[in-house]
């Protein structure tokens, strides 16, 4: 009940934030400007618009969770609410899941809204072009949704790192840095194990071997150029992937819990 109060609280605050509006107006900007970049294009537009409307709510979904999720704890910090928060019968690991959970849902919400504004631009498309909506390939508005629903398994992944940075720093900026250089390095892990097996330097390779292993592969969530080209995603894909963002979401929440339990607020 007390986590739920938290999640519930967490969620207005964020949807008063100013960042979040700005933020979802240039995501649904983006995604209405590929029907106009479609235009401009010979061959499926279609393809067209579905890659820019998955890269913009990839992109701007990533966004909206590091820069509410930095300031989750840090904010209450500022507003030396913290000491009211905590002064409550509330368990510290409580607080950190219940702001977690409030986030999640305010993100879920977002990614609706844009997810939406895709298919409208799609079926836009298609009416100007004179195409009845009612015999589009069903496979490929599924699809659509199978890549969004992994988008935002990633999304909680970085909601995660961002809250992790944020109970044991003091500063937004120091956290927002942490956090798109793991969103950043998360992307290109694969590119970082092949530097590090032609590195002849042990140390060096060592040190990008744990990178490899402690960050998050974020491209495991990204079936994007899939969904474009129409290659089938499967459901049991789709499962392991899922199991492997909760369990590391589970690990980085249990260090927060952690470093959020031992932190001294005096």
């Known amino acids: 009940m007390k986590v739920l109060t938290i999640a519930r609280n967490t969620f207005r605050e964020a949807i008063r934030d100013r960042i979040l509006y700005n933020l979802l107006f240039f995501a649904l900007l983006m995604i209405a400007v590929s029907l106009l970049l479609a235009t401009l294009t010979v061959g499926e537009q279609s393809k067209i618009i579905i890659d820019i409307g998955l890269a913009s709510i990839n992109i701007f979904g990533a966004l909206i969770a590091i820069f509410l999720g930095i300031g989750l704890i840090i904010k209450e910090i500022e507003k030396r609410t913290i000491y009211n928060i905590l002064s409550k019968p509330v368990p510290r690991y409580q607080f950190i899941i219940g702001k977690y959970l409030g986030l999640l849902i305010t993100i879920m919400v977002n990614i609706i ?25 069903l496979d490929i508005w599924l699809d659509i949704w199978k890549a969004i629903y992994l988008i935002f398994i990633e999304l ?33 892990t694969e590119e970082l194990r092949l530097i590090g097996n032609k590195l002849p330097d042990s140390f060096m390779k060592s040190t990008i071997n744990f990178f490899y292993y402690f960050l998050p592969n974020l491209d495991n969530f990204n079936v994007k150029g899939k969904v474009v080209h129409g290659i089938y995603v499967s459901a049991s894909y789709i499962s392991l992937v899922t199991l492997y963002g909760l369990l590391y979401i589970s690990v980085v929440l249990l260090l927060s819990g952690v470093i959020f339990q031992r932190r001294d607020f005096k």
């Open 113 to 137: 809204i844009m997810g939406a504004g895709l298919y409208l631009i799609l079926i836009i498309n298609e009416l100007r072009w004179g195409h009845d909506i009612f015999n589009v390939n």
């Open 156 to 188: 909680m992944v970085v909601t995660a790192i961002a809250l992790m940075f944020s109970t044991f720093s003091s500063s937004s900026t120091l956290s927002a840095i942490f956090t798109i250089a793991a969103y950043i390095i998360g992307h290109l």
